[in-house]
């Protein structure tokens, strides 16, 4: 159980084009769903956080205009990287966290991003 | 959410156990230590988690001091698929809404 999915799991884009990340939970309702950045031998970096219905919380420094986060229902988040450039490529993992038996993150397999 | 110390990296031969030392000075009474693994590539994945007691599950053994200082994680028997790097976590119960945050972590090389 616990199962966490991204797609796509890896995108290459032009600049100044738009990337819509998603991430699924598979087998249980995520009530809050988080978004991580990581750079290259770097550390996991946390973005925001959504909760379903809700307007995600951004971290101090996270540009919410750039990042934009929908979190319409509760298996389902997406992460748009708006007017993309190359600074933005990293590796993108989402994390989900239920109720009960699943009121623990559970992380995604991470989507790495590149921009031409 | 306390901060924790960790090496930042240590090599461990295949077969042998890998201690992985974590201090985490600052912890409240109501923190939990939470261990991850990341492949390369990969999302974190769960390892085990720990209040005060020692925990042990298919995949490790976590021992935390009686003064809650620090802990260790033990991998049993080490395989070359153990190399990844490890985050300690200190974090507050789930309820109170604190998520994971991550520091630097230890890389851990399994060797032949």
């Known amino acids: 159980g616990a199962v966490v999915s991204q797609h796509p799991s890896r995108v290459i884009c032009k600049s100044g084009t738009s990337v819509k990340i998603e991430c699924r939970s598979l087998?249980?309702?995520?009530?809050?769903m988080f978004w991580y950045r990581q750079f290259p031998k770097q550390s996991l970096m946390l973005m925001a956080t959504?909760?379903?219905?809700?307007?995600?919380?951004?971290e101090q420094g996270v540009e919410k205009d750039k990042f934009l986060i929908n979190h319409a229902s509760l298996t389902l988040s997406t992460l748009t990287v708006t007017s993309a450039h190359p600074e933005d490529s990293s590796f993108y993992i989402c994390?989900?966290?239920?109720?009960?038996?699943?009121?623990?993150?559970?992380f995604g397999p991470g989507t790495r991003l590149t921009v031409l | 959410d306390a901060k924790t110390t960790q090496p930042t990296s240590m090599d461990c031969a295949e077969g042998r156990a890998a201690n992985l030392p974590c201090n985490h000075s600052t912890i409240s009474g109501n923190e939990y230590v939470y261990w991850y693994r990341q492949i390369h590539s990969q999302g974190p994945q769960y390892i085990i988690h720990?209040?005060?007691n020692n925990e042990t599950n298919e995949m490790a053994s976590l021992i935390i001091t009686e003064d809650r200082k620090s802990s260790t994680l033990i991998l049993p028997h080490a395989t070359l698929r153990d190399t990844a790097v490890y985050y300690c976590?200190?974090?507050?119960?789930?309820?109170?809404?604190?998520?994971?945050?991550f520091g630097a972590g230890t890389i851990l090389r399994v060797k032949s």
């Open positions: 976590i200190v974090r507050a119960p789930m309820e109170y809404g604190n998520k994971l945050v």
């Open positions: 959504s909760n379903e219905g809700s307007k995600a919380t951004y």
């Open positions: 994390s989900a966290r239920g109720i009960g038996t699943y009121n623990e993150q559970f």
């Open positions: 087998d249980f309702q995520a009530t809050t």
């Open positions: 720990g209040l005060k």
